[in-house]
């Protein structure tokens, strides 16, 4: 059964196909700094369950408007006046979305402008690689708002940051942005133009690459961090016999045998 996306189905998100299977999910609530409402996560969820199966060979997630994504929406939160188990549900539909991003197989390029902050850095972290721009910047202010992570940062965020960076993160409000951020490992490319189009360049340069491989490289590397290493190195073993076994790996590998492949070299 193929399984398509119907992209009209998306209303906070705007969702688009381009070239060679790279799609393009942009969170669409400009006016609202991109603030994650309930709505919106669901359509994630939507989105990300669906794209490994629908042949999506990578993904560019964006923000319009001036900002990435300014995390929880607080007025809905606010409105809602949520009790203790509403809001942990709500926070259990946010690890679906963010574990299909990061567990689904699909490589997910995050590009990055303006505000990354609580929910929206929680976000970001979910993807493969962040690409920042001049104006981005990333905060967790959860702790001045009188509020605590709910997205995944405690695992995300300190894998990026490590643990005392992290608290520091949520104790003083701490801004991180520029070269500093990539140098702490928030992000991995720093631009001088546009996030958008370095985050596309990335994305068509990975879609290049077998699903099969990018399957396990975005989901497997996860997975393992998760087990012992002992494990991790039993299911490497796993998933390399069948990756590494592939059929549509042949023409690639005689094409190195037969010297018509690219070799790997220095950069200029
Ligand atoms: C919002 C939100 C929001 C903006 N929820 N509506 N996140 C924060 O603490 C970040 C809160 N937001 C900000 O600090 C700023 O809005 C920004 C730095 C992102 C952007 O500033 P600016 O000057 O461009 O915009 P603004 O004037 O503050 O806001 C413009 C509109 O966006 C305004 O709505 P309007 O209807 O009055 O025009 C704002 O209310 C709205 N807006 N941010 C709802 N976050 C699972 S737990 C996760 C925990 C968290 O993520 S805590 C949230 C942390």
């Given at each position: 059964m193929t399984i398509t996306i119907d992209?009209?189905?998306f209303k906070?998100?705007?969702v688009e196909e381009h070239d060679g299977g790279v799609w393009v999910v942009t969170l669409n609530r400009p006016t609202k700094r991109n603030a994650l409402n309930a709505d919106t996560v669901e359509e994630m969820?939507?989105?990300?369950?669906?794209a490994p199966r629908a042949g999506v060979r990578a993904v560019v997630l964006a923000g319009s408007g001036d900002h990435f994504c300014?995390?929880?929406?607080?007025v809905e939160h606010h409105r809602e006046d949520r009790s203790p188990a509403e809001f942990m549900h709500l926070c259990l539909r946010w690890h679906e979305a963010f574990n299909k991003m990061e567990y689904g197989g699909v490589p997910v390029i995050a590009a990055l402008h303006g505000a990354v902050v609580g929910g929206g850095?929680?976000?970001a972290s979910s993807a493969h690689i962040r690409v920042i721009d001049q104006t981005a910047y990333f905060a967790l202010p959860e702790g001045q708002r009188g509020l605590f992570t709910g997205g995944g940062a405690t695992i995300r965020v300190t894998d990026l940051v490590g643990k005392?960076?992290?608290?520091?993160?949520?104790?003083?409000?701490?801004?991180?942005q520029g070269q500093e951020a990539v140098d702490?490992?928030?992000?991995?490319?720093?631009?001088?133009?546009s996030s958008f189009d370095a985050a596309m360049e990335i994305a068509r340069k990975a879609a290049e690459n077998l699903p099969l491989s990018n399957f396990a490289i975005c989901s497997a590397v996860s997975h393992m961090q998760n087990m012992s290493a002992m494990d991790a190195a039993y299911a490497e073993s796993v998933v390399a016999g069948v990756v590494n076994t592939q059929?549509?790996?042949?023409?690639?590998?005689?094409a190195f045998a037969d010297k018509s492949a690219a070799r790997v070299r220095p950069n200029d």
């Open positions: 992209t009209s189905r906070n998100l705007a969820v939507e989105f990300f369950a669906t300014a995390g929880l929406d607080l850095l929680e976000l005392a960076r992290m608290i520091d993160m949520m104790l003083t409000g701490r801004v991180y702490l490992g928030l992000a991995q490319y720093i631009v001088e133009g059929p549509d790996a042949r023409a690639r590998l005689a």
